[in-house]
């Protein structure tokens, strides 16, 4: 089968390469896969990819051969899933606990662009725990977890602020439910009682400054990708006693099929809403990931396969 492999070159940083169709393992159902996303974290990997590597976490497509245990989806079934390797590709194996069917009301464009994102975004609120009537300080906003983050935290009775640049991206925010749009933080007012952070660098010290006392700072990623500097006596200004969190995605009590599940069934509903910002064919994979890396794209880049 043909699949995108790493380069190592930045100007190209993936070309097509012929590799034997995988054999699932009992517990993998083969996908045929019809449709993927790019990450923009997948991309600063490729930067330095190791041997043997291949991309591609975030597919939707078909079920051309059910898992030999019977777990998960039998029959030709379309469905979504998060492999963590190996998805851009003509065929792929994924766990069946990293899938989740597709109703006909939510198109193989739109699963394709719910798995990294919309599980960071879910289980990141889980995290930060009831927000209903709480003020939420969101940086990065711009991406795809931002804007899943935004509608799923509004629609659950949070005040949220989105840190975003680019107006565009902010008036989208605003129409998914962000009471409040600044382009930097520093134009954030405060005090939050949860801040979430993806930025990093100058950033983070500064939404932290706009935290209540006892308030918690989640830090979910580094998009700027610059160290932090924190000063211990700066919690003495006004975040007194506050919590900083680290978070990773994958570190959840949660099933990954179950929270697949949950974000299909609520696009299903028309209560989540996928932003895409490009749709391409997968021959444009090479060009998508540097328009990605470099921020040249807002919203999820999907790939079909022709």
């Known amino acids: 089968m043909k699949a995108l492999i790493p380069t190592g070159d930045p100007a190209e940083p993936v070309a097509f390469a012929d590799v034997p169709e995988p054999t699932p393992r009992p517990h993998e ?5 019809e449709a993927f996303s790019v990450n923009r974290g997948e991309t600063f990997k490729l930067e330095k990819p190791g041997t043997g590597e291949r991309p591609g976490k975030d597919v ?20 979504v899933g998060h492999p963590m390797a190996g998805g851009w590709a003509e065929y792929v194996a994924v766990p069946t606990d990293a899938l989740a ?7 193989v464009l739109q699963g394709a662009a719910l798995p990294l994102a919309g599980l ?38 949070a005040q949220v602020t ?14 998914l439910g962000a009471a409040e749009i600044v382009h930097d933080v520093a134009d954030a007012r405060g005090p939050y009682d949860v801040v979430l952070e993806s930025t990093g660098g100058r950033a983070l010290p500064l939404a932290l400054a706009r935290l209540a006392r006892r308030g918690t700072l989640i830090w979910f990623g580094q998009a700027s990708r610059t160290p932090v500097t924190l000063d211990f006596f700066d919690f003495f200004s006004g975040p007194e006693s506050a919590v900083i969190r680290h978070f990773h995605y ?9 929270d697949l599940a949950a974000l299909v069934r609520l696009t299903d509903e028309g209560r989540l809403h996928p932003q895409i910002g ?22 999820k880049a999907v790939l079909t396969l022709s």
């Open 162 to 175: 989105a840190v975003t640049r680019d107006a565009e991206r902010g008036a989208r925010l605003a129409g």
């Open 278 to 299: 490009r749709v391409t064919d997968w021959a444009d994979t090479a060009t998508t990931v540097t328009d990605l890396r470099d921020r040249r794209i807002r919203g």
């Open 29 to 33: 159902a083969l996908v045929k896969v």
């Open 101 to 107: 069917a597709l109703p006909d009301a939510v198109s």
């Open 120 to 157: 960071t975004a879910l289980r990141l609120l889980r995290a930060a725990g009831p927000v209903l009537g709480r003020r939420v300080l969101l940086t990065g906003a711009s991406g795809g977890v931002g804007h899943y983050v935004t509608e799923l935290a509004a629609a659950a009775g």
């Open 60 to 79: 939707a497509g078909l079920v051309v051969q059910p898992a030999a245990d019977g777990s998960g989806p039998s029959g030709i079934t379309r469905v």
């Open 250 to 258: 994958l570190d959840a009590d949660s099933r990954l099929d179950d």
